[in-house]
């Protein structure tokens, strides 16, 4: 079991609402951002002087520039509903981790500033100066949101805390108070082109090693091309794909699919990154570079088609905004949704019947699937609604004999988040991390005892990294989690290409010239 320097919390059976425990996690805030990583990204370097006219200034902005922050700030009637549905909130026992909690350190600004009521009776209203301390409240608890929308689908008004902590995080940035984390990551993709900071000549030398194993295992050269210019799909993915387990077994996975389908592809060493942080820190214009990277790659190599890796925020900015962001896609094949989930690429071969399974290659295994909350809630996958749930679990069964579904509950739309996301997979919130994953891990434990449940499912980079790290905690195997496609690189049976019956042909010739010399 993982040491830690905090409590973890127990798991239990049944779900249990904590009792309040005020100002549990006032302590947590991550890392801010130094002046290097801040300037890149177009913001001040350090906390700017009269920092609360400007964040007035920003709040008034975003208030007029998107309706909904304005809406959800006036509309909650404080029913409660969303209250234990955070599962922040449910592994911190932190009041100001429920949903309504964290809205009210914004709400309580804007109705000081922004409302009539506010300026002439702050006190009978619930508002407040923007002070300091408000401000070091901010960045702590909007710094406990991983914007999962878990507590939107609770909320009889449709409130979306995810807006309102993205407001916070990008009127925060605006006076010089950034994350380390994310705008360390932003900046790194506009210098290297991926969150890791990985080089071309590094993803080269990945790749040539891929084919290499692939081929010493199975025989048959998968090919997993960089910058070819003409290919006809363009695969994006995140860039943990490229080296840290389990993710690189989803990439090889995607590499025999795509071998399968018999279509030529490539990777991009300029759009080597499906992640886009700028969502997490709220800011359109980031949000719209990091996305540009894709047009500009998908342009240089002449592709017809763009497929997603398996990363959850990434497809919630592709599905939902990658046409406003980087479009017109016009230059594509419009047979082909721009842009496609690798799920509902290898789906769709396997309906029709182009891809042969031997499910006993995952015996060993016995799964459940976790929704990763971007994709769940806030994108779709298909022609079909709740088809990104649908899918997912479509392909499991088609490559695995032993399937069960966590707690109903805690799954679908209904999903808890990893507890890593929204920004918050950095080390220096490891004490979130892990209380914010009690909830999805309590469930899993509980299909463990009562399924013999095994491994864990997940199209998340995001969270496969998070429960890596978080299972140990709970004393779970961090292998547990397991990428989808790589179920599908287990079981899926491989057909040998023309240069892999050649080079089969080649030891029988040396055979028989060895024969013939004897003779
Ligand atoms: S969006 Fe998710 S993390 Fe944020 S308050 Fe709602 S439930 Fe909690
Ligand atoms: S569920 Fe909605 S209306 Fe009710 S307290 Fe929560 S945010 Fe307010």
């Known amino acids: 079991m993982a040491k830690a320097t905090f409590e973890v919390p127990e798991l239990s059976q049944y779900p249990e609402v904590?009792?309040?425990v005020s100002e549990t996690m006032a302590h947590s805030a991550p890392f801010v951002s130094r002046t290097e990583f801040q300037e890149p990204l177009g913001f001040p370097g350090e906390l700017v002087e009269d920092w609360q006219a400007k964040a007035l200034d920003k709040m008034g902005e975003l208030l007029g520039k998107y309706r909904g922050l304005r809406v959800y700030l006036d509309s909650c009637v404080k029913c409660g509903s969303c209250t234990d549905k955070c599962h922040y909130y449910l592994g911190t026992k932190?009041?100001?981790?429920?949903?309504v909690g964290r809205q009210d350190l914004m709400r309580k600004v804007y109705r000081r500033y922004f409302t009539l009521a506010g300026r002439f009776f702050p006190k009978l209203v619930g508002a407040a100066d923007f002070t300091k301390e408000v401000l070091d409240e901010w960045y702590s608890y909007y710094h406990q949101c991983s914007q999962c929308r878990r507590c939107s689908v609770f909320c009889p008004y449709g409130i979306d805390t995810a807006e309102i902590s993205m407001a916070a995080r990008e009127i925060?940035?605006?006076?010089g108070v950034g994350q380390k984390?994310?705008?360390?990551i932003i900046s790194k993709v506009y210098k290297i082109g991926n969150n890791l900071g990985l080089p071309g000549p590094a993803l080269m030398d990945t790749l040539e090693g891929l084919e290499e194993d692939v081929y010493?295992?199975?025989g048959v050269r998968v090919r997993y091309p960089i910058d070819q210019v003409g290919a006809e799909i363009l695969l994006v993915t995140p860039s943990a794909d490229f080296f840290a387990e389990p993710h690189v077994d989803g990439l090889i996975g995607y590499g025999k699919v795509l071998h399968e389908a018999g279509v030529s592809w490539t990777l991009s060493s300029h759009a080597s990154e499906?992640?886009?942080f700028g969502m997490f820190i709220g800011s359109y214009e980031n949000m719209r570079r990091v996305a540009q990277r894709i047009r500009e790659a998908a342009i240089q190599l002449k592709v017809k088609r763009i497929v997603f890796g398996e990363c959850g925020h990434a497809w919630r900015v592709a599905y939902s905004f990658l046409n406003t962001l980087a479009g017109p896609w016009d230059f594509l094949d419009p047979r082909y949704p721009v842009p496609q989930h690798i799920c509902e690429f290898t789906y769709d071969l396997i309906q029709k019947g182009k891809l042969t399974f031997d499910k006993g290659e995952n015996d060993d295994k016995?799964?459940?699937?976790?929704?990763?909350?971007n994709v769940a809630r806030a994108s779709r996958m298909g022609d079909t609604p709740g088809g990104q749930f649908e899918i997912p679990r479509a392909i499991i069964k088609a490559v695995c004999n032993h399937y069960y579904d966590m707690d109903e509950e805690t799954i679908r739309d209904r999903t808890f988040c990893c507890g890593g996301g929204g920004g918050l997979l950095t080390d220096d919130l490891m004490e979130l991390r892990v209380k914010g994953a009690k909830p999805r891990v309590e469930a899993l434990n509980n299909v463990m005892q009562e399924k013999g449940v095994t491994h864990m499912a997940a199209i998340c980079a995001i969270c496969k990294s998070q429960f890596t790290k978080v299972l140990p905690y709970y004393g779970m195997e961090m292998d547990q989690i397991v990428s989808l496609h790589q179920l599908v690189s287990n079981a899926i049976v491989l057909t040998p290409g023309p240069e892999d019956e050649e080079a089969d042909e080649e030891p029988d010739d040396k055979d028989d010239e060895a024969e013939g010399d004897e003779d």
């Open 18 to 20: 904590p009792a309040l």
């Open 94 to 99: 932190d009041p100001k981790n429920m949903p």
């Open 172 to 175: 925060m940035d605006s006076i």
């Open 181 to 184: 984390y994310c705008n360390e």
């Open 216 to 218: 010493d295992e199975t």
């Open 274 to 276: 499906a992640a886009n």
């Open 366 to 373: 016995v799964l459940t699937y976790h929704d990763s909350c």
